[in-house]
T-cell receptor, first 115, second 114 residues
Framework: DTEVTQTPKHLVMGMTNKKSLKCEQHMGHRAMYWYKQKAKKPPELMFV???????INESVPSRFSPECPNSSLLNLHLHALQPEDSALYLC??????????????FGPGTRLTVL | DAKTTQPTSMDCAEGRAANLPCNHS???????VYWYRQIHSQGPQYIIHGLKNNETNEMASLIITEDRKSSTLILPHATLRDTAVYYC???????????????FGQGTILTVHP
């Protein structure tokens, strides 16, 4: 099973709202990722968690706050977003390899619209 | 990670083989070639990866040239469901300094026609 689930599928929020995106995997992967994809553009990495610790932050604005409460869950907390933050937010997970391959498996994404 | 160059778009007739090229002339010895695809409005789907040998799985074959400067993804019998954006990504394996990063280029839009 290579399934990564994301909820909700769609989210509409105002600029003053606080919302959260959720990602879950049960493949025993210890690395989890958030990507952002604008329309007609490729996905761009935002954050990487390895063993529940933040290992990469690609200079993402603080209005995006990731959280990894356990090895199966990854959240992305959203606050005071701007309309330009509207995008498809993708979660992925992988093994944490040691000299090997860490193939990433993606969820279906959450389509976020900020009004 | 090495930069890749792919054609912007390609067409293929249903039932025929789709051959998607990727140029990665600056690839380093410890960098792998990965292929993902993304069907409209879905998450990227892993297809295949390789280091220097040709690889085959149930979805596709990956042919890497001997000098590793280019590769070709082959879908042996394309179907309408294979219409997607195909991304060729070159990256270091786990433990490399850019570990964890998948850097997507613009990809190739493959359209399979009836």
């Amino acid at each position: 099973d290579t399934e990564v689930t994301q909820t909700p599928k769609h989210l509409v929020m105002g600029m003053t709202n606080k919302k959260s995106l959720k990602c879950e995997q049960h493949m025993g992967h210890r690395a989890m990722y958030w990507y952002k994809q604008k329309a007609k553009k490729p996905p761009e990495l935002m954050f990487v968690y390895s063993y529940e610790k933040l290992s990469i932050n690609e200079s993402v604005p603080s209005r995006f706050s990731p959280e990894c409460p356990n090895s199966s869950l990854l959240n992305l907390h959203l606050h005071a977003l701007q309309p330009e933050d509207s995008a498809l937010y993708l979660c992925a997970s992988s093994q944490v390899g040691t000299g090997g391959i860490d193939t990433q498996y993606f969820g279906p994404g959450t389509r976020l619209t900020v009004l | 990670d090495a930069k890749t160059t792919q054609p912007t778009s390609m067409d293929c007739a249903e039932g025929r083989a789709a051959n998607l090229p990727c140029n990665h002339s600056t690839i380093s010895g410890n960098e792998y070639v990965y292929w993902y695809r993304q069907i409209h409005s879905q998450g990227p789907q892993y297809i295949i990866h390789g280091l220097k040998n040709n690889e085959t799985n149930e979805m596709a074959s990956l042919i890497i040239t001997e000098d590793r400067k280019s590769s070709t993804l082959i879908l042996p019998h394309a179907t309408l469901r294979d219409t997607a954006v195909y991304y060729c990504i070159v990256r270091v394996g786990a433990g490399g300094t850019s570990y964890g990063k998948l850097t997507f280029g613009q990809g190739t839009i493959l359209t399979v026609h009836p």
